[in-house]
């Protein structure tokens, strides 16, 4: 059997969105699957000798995964990474994309410094959501900036903003700030389309919404904002973190198992 690809070992760094949150499966390390499992899953296929680790934490801003996760990639030898982070400081008060995006391209230069091939995520498109909608532009600006410098540093772009498949709602997870099983699998075809890997993910087509009145959805959104939003914003004002005390739910890199 030819091999499927050239990598032999594939790290993972980031926040919630790289963890799998909002993609629960008892059976994998932390509780949760998500796209980076899934794209492993498919990697690991071939060749007989693959290894994989997942280093990311949820709530994680940009320079904790710089200062968390970074080095503790590159000692791991990987020759594929995947690096997501500036999302949790794009959605703070005064989150400069311009700044975001400096730090990006430095953790970019030292994780593509190893000859690993570099994987980058440029952002949802966030119009579509009620609440986050006023933060488009900035992560329209720093999409931009992200573009520029995978061409400078000769990376690969997911690019989820061009994705509109996942603004539909059913994509997300009851919170509305993770991804649901269905759209880490879409987020997964979308790595492995663009790292030209063959596979057998097919296209998932989700549940038809159900009908409901406005007054229902109003409802609907009462809840999520007691539930979620609002616990949300409390631990942005006392500067927590959901990922407070805890660790990565791969650090090693070793053959995938689900």
Known sequence: MSELHPWRRYVAIGDSFTEGVGDPEPSSPGGHRGWSDRVAEVLAASPDDFAYANLAIRGRLLQQIIDEQVEQAVALK???????????????????????????????????????????????DVGWAPVFSRLRGRVAVLNEHLR???????????????????????????DRLHLAPLGHHTVARAMLAALHVENELEPRQPDALPVGTWRQARAEDLVWAREYFVPWVLRRVRNQSSGDGRTAKRP???????
């Open 148 to 174: 520029a410098i995978a061409a400078r540093h000769d990376c690969v772009v997911v690019d989820l903003w061009a994705m509109r498949e996942l603004q539909d709602t059913r994509m997300w997870d009851v």
């Open 252 to 258: 090693e890199a070793g053959p995938y198992a689900s």
């Open 78 to 124: 990987p020759d594929l990474v995947s690096a997501n982070g500036g999302g949790n400081d794009i959605l703070r008060p005064g989150g400069d994309p311009d700044d975001i995006a400096a730090r990006f391209e430095g953790m970019v230069e030292r994780l593509g410094s190893t000859g690993a091939t570099v994987v980058i995520f440029a952002g949802m």
